[in-house]
C-alpha cells in the first residue's frame, strides 16, 4: 500500500515521511499539551470536583457510600482519590494534588484515539486525529478537572479499539477475546459513570452490524459469541462492583443513587441545552462531514471500511443520545463522542491534505484546496487555543478567589463542625445533611418532599454548625428557610454568607422579660451587647462573652440600659 491510499483502506498502512504534515501536527499537539498543563493549574472551580473530592473524603472517614451518605455518581474515582490523595491537609493542596493525576489521563486518552484511529484509518489520520483532540477546548476544559468523565474516555476509545480489532479477525476465539476486552473496559467505565450506558446502547449495535456486513465466515454464530463475549466482560466489573456494595449493605441504594435517579428524572433531560452545553460547532460539523465521507465510502465496499464503518456509526449515535436523550448533557459529557469526532475530523483533513497533493501535481485547484486546509487549521487548532488563552486571566483569578474560600472555611471549622453546604465548599467537613451537594435532583427531592426527611429535620438531627448560602441552598423550600432563619444568625462581619447557630434580638425584645432561645446544636456560645454596660443573664446565670448551652430551650434576659444582642455559636467549640 502506498502513501497516497492511507486513509482509504483499512490494513497496515506505511506511515507518512512528508516533514510538511508531520511538523503543524506536531505543533498543534505541543500547543494543546501546553494549554492543558497551564489549565491544569489555572481552570476554575467546576462544582461537581468538589462533590468527587467530599466524596474520597467521606470514604477516609470510614464513611459507606450511599449507605451514610447520598452520591449520584458511581464510586470508582472516589475510591482512587481517597487513596492516591492526601485528604488530610488543606483544600487547596489536595485540590491541586488531584488536578495534576488528571492530567496524564488526558496524555492516555490521546495516545488510546491514536490507536483507535490508526487501526481504522491508518497512521496519517491518527496523527492528525490527536492534533484536533488536543486542542478540543471540551477535552482540555473537562480532562484537567477532577471527574471521572477522562478516565471513563480512555476506556471508551481502548474498548472501541478492541472492537475494531476483533473486525480484522478470522479466528472466532482471538475474536471473542477481544470483545471481552472491550466488555470489561465498558464495565470498568459503568464503575465511574452510569452514563455508559448511553455509548454501550450504541457500540454494540454498531459493532454486530459492522461485523455481520463484513464477513464471509459464518455470519450470526460470530456476532453471537462476540455479543456473548461482550457482555461476560461488562458483567465481571459491574457484578464486583454490586457485590462489593452489597457486603456494605448499599447495593440497593447504589443502584437507586446512580441509575433509577439520574435516568427517571423528567426535569433533568433538556434537548436545547446540549446545544449550550457543546459550543464547538465548527469542530462537530467538520467531524459530521467525515461521518458522512464514512458512510458514502462503506456503502461502495463494506468489507474493506467495516472499521471506519463502526468508528463513524459509534460517533453518530452516542452524539444523538447525547443530544436528545441524555439527562443533562454538560460538556463534560460529550468526551463519549469528542474523540470519535476529533477522528472523523482527522479523516476529513487527510482527504483535504491528499486534495492539496493532487491539486500541485496537476497544476489547477490548488487556492481552493489551501484555502480549505488553512480553514481546517484555524478551526482545529488556532482558534481553539486563542479563545483559551483569553480566558486564562478570568479562569486564573476565578481558581484563586474559589480556592482561598475553601481554605478559609477549611481553617475556620474544625472536624467536629458539620456544614449546610449545597456546593460541597467545606469539602473536608461533615455535612449537616444526607446529600452533601445540592444537585439538581437531590434539591428536588426537597422541594417535593419525597425526601425521608426534610431540610430542617436534617439540620437538627445532625447539628448543623454552619450554614453556607449559595445559590443551591437558596432553592430549598419555604419551611426550611424560615427554620434557618428563625434558629441560625447571619454574622456579617465574619462572611456575610454565612450562618451560625444563634439569633440577633432588638432591645424592645428584651426590655421587659426574658426571651426563650431554641438551641438546635450544643457548643459554645458568644455574646456580643450593644451596649457594653447592659448585664446578659442565660438561664438565670450572669454571663459575659461567652457561654456552653445544650440542646433545647433557654431563656435570654438583658438587665440594666436595654440593649440588642447577638448570640451564636463559635464554630469548632
Request: charged share 15%; hydrophobic share 50%; glycine share 6%.
Amino acid at each position: 500500500m502506498n502513501e497516497t491510499q492511507d486513509n482509504e483502506v483499512v490494513g497496515s498502512p506505511a506511515p507518512t515521511r512528508r516533514i510538511g504534515l508531520w511538523l503543524p501536527v506536531a505543533i498543534a499537539i505541543a500547543a494543546g499539551l501546553l494549554m492543558r498543563w497551564h489549565y491544569t493549574h489555572e481552570a476554575a472551580v467546576d462544582q461537581d470536583e468538589l462533590q468527587h473530592l467530599h466524596f474520597a473524603w467521606c470514604i477516609t472517614q470510614d464513611m459507606v457510600p450511599y449507605r451514610d451518605f447520598w452520591d449520584n455518581h458511581p464510586p470508582g474515582l472516589h475510591h482512587a482519590l481517597a487513596e492516591i490523595i492526601d485528604l488530610t491537609g488543606t483544600p487547596t493542596a489536595a485540590f491541586q494534588t488531584a488536578r495534576l493525576w488528571m492530567y496524564p489521563i488526558g496524555l492516555i486518552a490521546l495516545a488510546a484515539t491514536y490507536l483507535l484511529a490508526r487501526t481504522a484509518f491508518g497512521a496519517r489520520c491518527a496523527a492528525l486525529s490527536v492534533g484536533w483532540l488536543a486542542c478540543c477546548e471540551a477535552f482540555i476544559l473537562k480532562t484537567v478537572e477532577i471527574r471521572p468523565d477522562g478516565i471513563w474516555a480512555v476506556s471508551l476509545i481502548l474498548a472501541l479499539w478492541m472492537l475494531t480489532l476483533s473486525l480484522g479477525s478470522i479466528r472466532w476465539l482471538r475474536a471473542s477475546l477481544y470483545c471481552l476486552a472491550a466488555g470489561a473496559l465498558l464495565g470498568g467505565g459503568m464503575i465511574l459513570t452510569t452514563k455508559t450506558l448511553m455509548p454501550l446502547a450504541v457500540v454494540v449495535p454498531a459493532w454486530a452490524l459492522a461485523n455481520w456486513l463484513s464477513q464471509e465466515r459464518p455470519r450470526v454464530r460470530f456476532t453471537l459469541l462476540g455479543i456473548g463475549a461482550l457482555a461476560l466482560g461488562l458483567a465481571l466489573p459491574v457484578a464486583s462492583w454490586l457485590v462489593y456494595e452489597s457486603s456494605q449493605g448499599a447495593a440497593r441504594a447504589a443502584l437507586q443513587y446512580t441509575v433509577i435517579d439520574n435516568f427517571t428524572d423528567p426535569d433533568r433531560f433538556n434537548v436545547t441545552h446540549a446545544l449550550t452545553a457543546a459550543w464547538p460547532y465548527a469542530f462537530f460539523a467538520v467531524a459530521l462531514i467525515g461521518a458522512a465521507l464514512v458512510l458514502r465510502q462503506a456503502r461502495l465496499d463494506i468489507r474493506a471500511h467495516s472499521r471506519p464503518l463502526l468508528v463513524a456509526l459509534t460517533a453518530l449515535g452516542t452524539a444523538c443520545l447525547y443530544a436528545f436523550v441524555m439527562p443533562s448533557p454538560f460538556l463534560q459529557s460529550s468526551l463519549m463522542f469528542v474523540p470519535l469526532f476529533a477522528i472523523l475530523a482527522g479523516h476529513v483533513t487527510c482527504r483535504v491534505v491528499k486534495a492539496c497533493g493532487a491539486a500541485r501535481k496537476r497544476g489547477d485547484g490548488a487556492v481552493i484546496a489551501w484555502a480549505s486546509l488553512s480553514a481546517l487549521i484555524f478551526v482545529g487548532c488556532v482558534w481553539p487555543i486563542l479563545r483559551l488563552h483569553l480566558q486564562r486571566p478570568h479562569q486564573r483569578s476565578a481558581l484563586a478567589a474559589t480556592l482561598a474560600r475553601m481554605d478559609w472555611i477549611h481553617g475556620w471549622t474544625n472536624d467536629n463542625d458539620a456544614v449546610f453546604d449545597g456546593q460541597c465548599m467545606a469539602t473536608f467537613r461533615r455535612h449537616a445533611v444526607s446529600r452533601p451537594s445540592l444537585v439538581h435532583g437531590a434539591l428536588r427531592g426537597y422541594i417535593e418532599g419525597t425526601s425521608a426527611q426534610s431540610i430542617s429535620d436534617e439540620l437538627r438531627a445532625r447539628h448543623c454548625t454552619v450554614v453556607l448560602h449559595d445559590a443551591r441552598t437558596a432553592e430549598i423550600p419555604p419551611r426550611d428557610r424560615a427554620f434557618i432563619d428563625t434558629h441560625f444568625v447571619q454574622i456579617k462581619d465574619i462572611d456575610a454568607s454565612v450562618y451560625l447557630p444563634g439569633q440577633r434580638y432588638e432591645a424592645a425584645d428584651l426590655r421587659d422579660a426574658g426571651i426563650e432561645f431554641n438551641v438546635v446544636t450544643p457548643g459554645r456560645y458568644r455574646i456580643r451587647r450593644g451596649l457594653t454596660d447592659s448585664v446578659t443573664r442565660v438561664d438565670q446565670r450572669a454571663v459575659e462573652a461567652s457561654v456552653e448551652l445544650d440542646v433545647g430551650p433557654h431563656v435570654i434576659e438583658s438587665l440594666g440600659p436595654p440593649s440588642a444582642l447577638t448570640i451564636w455559636r463559635v464554630p469548632g467549640q
